[in-house]
Nanobody
Framework: EVQLQAFGGGLVQAGGSLRLSCSTSGFTLDFDDYAIGWFRQAPGKEREGVACISNGDGSTVYGSFVKGRFIISSDKTRNTVYLQMNSLNAEDTAVYYC?????????????????WGQGTQVTVSS
């Protein structure tokens, strides 16, 4: 059974940092065969793509609002993907989800993703 577990959320002051982790297990193919994306959804807003990494070649994609503040990375020894978030502001408050898709990244088409984690709450106080 494929499982993705997102954790690392919490309450942080504006300007602060958090590192989210997405631990994966149970893939029928190799970890390298998947891309892992981070998405977020704030109350009353649509889900939006934050970042994605293709584990095979390490290529990354970021949402336009990230503006260099976040870094996505992958630890293949732990089958875990991280999202380092810096310079957080109140607009970053949301539930953050990680998801897996075969091979290639997309942060605009959520329907492509086959597996989703449970979400972790990020709250930024201003």
């Amino acid at each position: 059974e494929v499982q993705l577990q997102a954790f690392g959320g919490g309450l942080v002051q504006a300007g602060g940092s958090l590192r989210l982790s997405c631990s994966t297990s149970g893939f029928t193919l190799d970890f390298d065969d998947y891309a892992i994306g981070w998405f977020r959804q704030a109350p009353g807003k649509e889900r939006e793509g934050v970042a994605c990494i293709s584990n095979g070649d390490g290529s990354t994609v970021y949402g336009s609002f990230v503006k260099g503040r976040f870094i996505i990375s992958s630890d293949k020894t732990r089958n875990t993907v991280y999202l380092q978030m810096n310079s957080l502001n109140a607009e970053d408050t949301a539930v953050y989800y990680c998801a897996a898709v075969y091979l290639d990244c997309s942060i605009s088409d959520f329907s492509l993703y086959d597996y989703w984690g449970q979400g972790t709450q990020v709250t930024v106080s201003s």
